[in-house]
């Protein structure tokens, strides 16, 4: 099992343009229309599988919200610090 980040390594580790909500890390992904978010999504989802570490996603209009803790630890860890990077690169 993964150990929890400090509140230091998750300040330095989460990628530019994810913040720390209590336990977990989030980003909003803003898109130029609809279907690009959805098709983002998609690619994201590809890439939680293969990771096997999931996100919580929300999607809205020409916006997604993505969610990440690891729920086994009970808060953030390197996992989701690591996820966070793949993500970014689907866009
Ligand atoms: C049994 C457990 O759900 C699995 O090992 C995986 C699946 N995906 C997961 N995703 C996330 N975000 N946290 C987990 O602890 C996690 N566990």
């Known amino acids: 099992m993964a150990d929890l980040l400090t509140d230091d390594e998750i300040a330095r580790k989460a990628p530019d343009g994810w913040e720390r909500e ?7 992904y803003e898109f130029d229309d609809y279907l690009k978010g959805v098709e983002f999504v998609t690619r994201v989802g590809e890439v939680a599988e293969e990771q096997f570490h999931h996100p919580e996603i929300r999607v809205g209009y020409k916006e997604v919200e993505i969610r ?10 390197e996992k989701d610090v690591r ?5 970014d690169d689907e866009v």
């Open 83 to 87: 996820l966070a990077g793949l993500f």
């Open 68 to 77: 990440l803790t690891s729920h086994e630890e009970g808060g953030i860890t």
């Open 22 to 28: 209590g336990d977990e890390i989030v980003k909003t």
